[in-house]
Nanobody, 128 residues
Framework: QLQFVESGGGLVEPGGSLRLSCAAS????????IGWFRQAPGKEREGVSC????????DYADSVKGRFTISRDNAKNTVYLQMDSLKPEDTGVYYC?????????????????????WGQGTQVTVSS
């Protein structure tokens, strides 16, 4: 069973930064792409970013380009999401996810059904 533990969320003021971590448990991340998603109250889950198994290629939602950076350390079995210049609209529960069906981020990487295994999420609140 592929499991993740997300951490690093919290309350931050607009313009601030947070770094989220997604630690794999019970399996090795090396062969899996990882997606980050977020879900605000009353809204659908949306894709934020994706990184290939090698880490050589990444994708971002337009709303976070230039502010968020996804990275991975396969030696630590962990994927990170560095979030800078945070805005109130970045508020939500952030999830990491993966699929064993591919090693890359597909053209539909921002679609939740592209992934099979999910973490429990970590809350990010951007407010003054």
């Amino acid at each position: 069973q592929l499991q993740f533990v997300e951490s690093g969320g919290g309350l931050v003021e607009p313009g601030g930064s947070l770094r989220l971590s997604c630690a794999a448990s019970g399996f090795t991340l090396d062969y899996y792409p990882i997606g980050w998603f977020r879900q605000a109250p009353g809204k659908e889950r949306e894709g934020v970013s994706c990184i290939t198994s090698s880490g050589f290629s990444t994708d971002y939602a337009d709303s976070v380009k230039g502010r968020f950076t996804i990275s991975r350390d396969n030696a630590k079995n962990t994927v990170y999401l560095q979030m800078d210049s945070l805005k109130p609209e970045d508020t939500g529960v952030y999830y990491c996810a993966t699929t064993p069906r591919r090693t890359f981020c597909s053209s539909t990487w921002s679609t939740p059904t592209d992934y099979d295994y999910w973490g429990q999420g970590t809350q990010v609140t951007v407010s003054s």
